[in-house]
């Protein structure tokens, strides 16, 4: 069993939890995920390893509530326990000898981005930040990225903070202005990356993403994670998650992604509870 030390309400939808997994922790790489599993009737999902501590032996992850399991696992408190937390899981990010780099991160995907620019700070580069969210009260971790950040950009669809815009108009000005990187880092939604991607592209820039496809089993086995990467398939749990933008066919991932929209939101109404709560089974 898995014990939470920890828990944080981060919006209405998104909770981090600091949980006890000393081995986890021990390897944990920016750019990993875990598989974990609530109880023994419960799904497995995979979600992304948002920081860690060696010392404490903890590792953090950062949710929205958006089915039925994330949704039960956002009940959770302090002091209760995780059944499965399996891990590290993926390819670690190949950050090493990088100097200057852009880290892009939409909505939810900015607590995936924030390990990844807290690791490129730690190894001593310059590194701007550029986050993107529909409104101010979604804002996540503007405190924490402004410890590991250069310069730390966030926008929101609606102006609501100040900058209305999207992640996109703020890199295309920085590049623009003559900003040149050795990396771009992107990670968020599937159009996000895609259009990140297309104007990195356009200025040589290398470019990684983070895939999160339909993924069961986290080691290669169900092929349910599978990308089509350069024109060849890749899966993204044991090849990935980070890819090549330049390479990856998103409109074929856009598809697959919207596949199972109507049996995810059967199995959320079916466990909703009619008072607003969630039933644990």
């Not at 939409?106 to 190894?123: M, N, R, S, V, W």
């Not at 986290?218 to 899966?235: E, N």
Request: proline content about 3%; overall charge negative; glycine content about 12%.
């Amino acid at each position: 069993m898995f014990r939470i030390v920890r828990k944080e309400v981060l919006s209405p939808a998104v909770k981090l939890l600091e949980i006890e997994a000393p081995y986890v922790a021990r390897k944990a790489e920016p750019g990993q995920f875990i598989m974990l599993r609530i109880n023994e009737e419960g799904e497995r999902i995979p979600l992304t390893i948002a920081d860690y501590d060696r010392e404490k032996g903890t590792v953090t992850i950062i949710f929205q509530e958006v089915g039925k399991t994330t949704s039960i696992l956002g009940t959770l408190e302090e002091g209760d326990d995780i059944l499965d937390f399996a891990g590290p899981l993926g390819r670690a990010s190949e950050l090493e000898g990088v100097r200057k780099a852009v880290v892009i991160g939409g909505g939810l995907g900015t607590a995936i981005a924030y390990p990844q620019a807290k690791k490129l700070h730690e190894l001593g580069a310059e590194v701007d930040v550029i986050t993107g969210f529909r409104n101010s009260s979604l804002i996540l971790l503007e405190k924490e990225l402004k410890e590991v950040s250069s310069r730390l950009f966030i926008t929101t669809d609606d102006g609501s903070n100040g900058n209305k815009g999207f992640v996109t108009d703020v890199l295309k000005k920085l590049l623009e202005e003559g900003n040149k990187y050795d990396l771009a880092i992107a990670i968020g939604p599937l159009i996000m990356m895609k259009m990140v991607s297309l104007l990195t592209k356009e200025y040589g820039i290398k470019t990684i993403v983070s895939m999160n496809p339909v993924m069961i089993d986290g080691t290669g086995m169900c092929g349910g994670c599978r990308v089509t990467v350069g024109g060849r398939i890749k899966f993204a749990c044991v090849d990935g998650p980070d890819f090549d933008g330049h390479e990856v066919d998103f409109d074929e991932a856009m598809r697959r992604q919207a596949m199972y929209r109507a049996q995810e939101k059967k199995s959320m109404d079916e466990h909703a509870c009619r008072l607003g709560g969630v039933l644990n089974g």
